[in-house]
């Protein structure tokens, strides 16, 4: 069962950090993604990071302002986002598959999601 949180309403330019906490011991072999679903849209890939921390990958939207990382012994992934804009807006949910990978249909566990909002 993973856990998403840290969203929140900020205005742009500011920065949030997003937490995937993860109560089972098993979590440190598992890759995260993180993902987010805007209203009318569909959901879509914005970063991973692998298992041992080594391999991450980010969307193009979001390269260079967003980053990634993991602490394996708190079972916690985070994902620190900075220089924020308005269209960064949408619930950001957090999943866990035993592979890396883009698409979220491949995706064994997600979290509820958690809203961020950046107003203009």
């Known amino acids: 069962q993973l856990e998403d949180s840290g969203g929140g309403l900020v205005q742009a330019g500011a920065s949030l950090r997003l937490s995937c906490a993860a109560s089972?011991?098993?979590?440190?072999?598992?890759?995260i993604g993180w993902f987010r679903q805007a209203p009318g849209k569909e959901r879509e890939f914005v970063a991973y990071?692998?298992?041992?921390?080594?391999?991450?990958n980010f969307a193009d939207s979001v390269k260079d302002r967003f980053t990634i990382s993991r602490d394996n012994d708190k079972n916690t992934v985070h994902l620190q986002m900075n220089s924020l804009r308005p269209e960064d807006t949408a619930v950001y949910y957090c999943?866990?598959?035993?592979?890396?990978?883009?698409?979220?249909?491949?995706?064994?566990?997600w979290g509820q999601g958690t809203q961020v909002t950046v107003s203009s």
């Open positions: 990071i692998g298992w041992r921390a080594i391999n991450t």
């Open positions: 089972e011991r098993t979590f440190s072999s598992y890759s």
């Open positions: 999943a866990a598959n035993t592979y890396l990978s883009v698409y979220s249909g491949e995706y064994d566990y």
